[in-house]
């Protein structure tokens, strides 16, 4: 398979060259150059399918002109001793946790796939690169847990004043490790346009071999499809009706993923989220993007440090309009109903639901009240651990928010709370390009 840009459809890649140099040149995101018809794969999928032979096979649809499938069951093998969990909560309404790798984040699917096709591609070539990640925990504790045992990367981590934490001493260079955790003296933002700085020095990307560890990343986001057709998996057997699948919009990563999926022939009815000021709807009820007039090539670069989607996101609908508007079905909910969607689901069913997820549940009700079908069935998508959303300087959303609609808090499981731990930097730099630029040379150098 090969992969375009969004700004120019005559740059063309293959997923390697996609995932080494995930930021384009002309400023745009990799894209799948087509929609490759994997039908008679999905419907052969069983609900004792594997999660990691379901990435295997995506990844051999995607990298088959690449590598041979022994490489691509490895790659996905070694990605993910983990997988979603998929429960039944009521005989239409399913639910789909995807906090069940080892930092309780959904990330740890797509960075722990990205590391290690990036492990085996440069290991057949004899090269090395660095990962590039701005954090305030998340995407960090992700990375350093994928890193573990690579010998052809090494992660630079930028850190906003405050908030390292997510991965142990033992981890960094300086310990034997693989990964350079630093704190800049600013915020994220500030880390935002120190990457934007960055990135912009093509000649320092290429030197480096710089890539990114956030959605712009397209080896971050395709194995986010692998969620649905595994929910499908075990849902094949049990639903006849439509299939409605219930995501929050975050940066559209999982929507998109879906869509993807569906381009694959996955089959599903319906990706209901809540509406946003990017994402709404129309006088007639459908959806709508917003600030799409102006053509890709005109805009600023892509923000290599604060990833978004939305342009992907842009390109299918741009692509196949009518089929977009009769496939996403956004939701404006209010607060009233997210409050009331986070206690039905405690009340109900004994799931603790931080906002996302809430509003979700709550996007999902409003669209099946104005929509019903027979056998219909809901699929319910979680992406984070509830008790770790505003964990750290409680933050809206998170545990508090739950504790006041609910009377309690979900616990943080023992196996996460060292991730909540501050750490005490080692390495400090005030966001200046040269301090950056001194650093992924002393990496190079090391290697």
């Not at 925990?137 to 847990?145: F, P, Q």
């Not at 890539?211 to 692998?226: D, E, K, S």
């Not at 929507?255 to 009815?269: D, K, R």
Request: with cysteine; net charge negative; glycine share 8%.
């Amino acid at each position: 398979m090969e992969f375009v840009s969004t700004r120019n459809k005559e740059n063309r890649v293959g997923f390697a060259g996609a995932i080494r140099s995930c930021h384009c040149a002309d400023g745009g995101l990799y894209v799948p150059a087509s929609e490759d018809n994997l039908r008679p794969w999905v419907y052969y999928l069983k609900d004792t399918t594997s999660f990691s032979s379901i990435a295997g096979s995506l990844t051999t649809a995607i990298m088959k002109d690449e590598f041979s499938p022994l490489v691509c069951e490895a790659i996905a093998t070694a990605a993910f001793p983990f997988s979603p969990d998929f429960v039944q909560l009521e005989e239409n309404l399913f639910k789909l946790s995807l906090f069940t790798g080892p930092t309780g984040s959904h990330k740890d699917f797509g960075v722990s796939y990205l590391v290690n096709c990036l492990e085996y591609t440069l290991l057949m070539e004899e090269k090395e690169a660095i990962v590039f990640a701005i954090s305030d925990g998340e995407i960090g504790a992700s990375l350093a847990h994928a890193m573990k045992g690579k010998k052809h990367l090494k992660a630079l981590i930028l850190f906003p004043r405050g908030t390292m934490r997510g991965f142990r001493q033992e981890d960094c260079v300086w310990n034997g490790g693989n990964i350079y955790p630093v704190e800049v003296d600013g915020s994220l933002a500030d880390c935002s346009c120190l990457a934007q700085r960055l990135f912009a020095r093509r000649d320092l990307v290429e030197r480096y071999r710089l890539t990114l560890a956030n959605t712009v990343n397209i080896g971050r986001l395709l194995p986010q499809t692998c969620f649905y057709l595994y929910a499908f998996s075990r849902l094949k057997e049990k639903v006849y009706g439509d299939i409605f699948y219930a995501v929050a919009p975050g940066n559209y990563g999982n929507l998109v993923a879906g869509l993807y999926g569906w381009q694959y022939s996955l089959p599903v009815n319906a990706f209901v989220t809540e509406s946003t000021e990017s994402l709404g709807v129309d006088a007639s009820g459908k959806a709508q993007l917003e600030g799409g007039a102006v053509p890709f090539c005109q805009r600023e670069p892509v923000d290599p440090g604060s990833p978004s989607n939305l342009e992907r996101l842009e390109e299918v609908f741009h692509a196949q309009p009518m089929v977009m508007r009769g496939l996403v079905f956004p939701q404006q909910i209010s607060s009233q109903e997210r409050d009331a969607a986070c206690r039905q689901l405690f009340q109900k069913y004994g799931i603790f639901a931080n906002s996302e997820t809430a509003g979700a549940y709550a996007a999902a009700q409003k669209y099946t009240n104005s929509f019903t079908a027979d056998g219909s069935s809901v699929v319910l998508v979680a992406r984070d651990h509830p008790a770790l959303a505003g964990a750290v300087g409680g933050g809206p959303g998170g545990r508090e928010w739950i504790r006041e609609i609910c009377g309690q808090a979900p616990l943080v499981p023992e196996s996460l709370q060292w991730l909540l731990e501050p750490v005490v930097p080692q390495k400090r730099i005030d966001g200046s390009l040269e301090e950056v630029e001194a650093i992924l040379n002393q990496l190079a150098e090391e290697g």
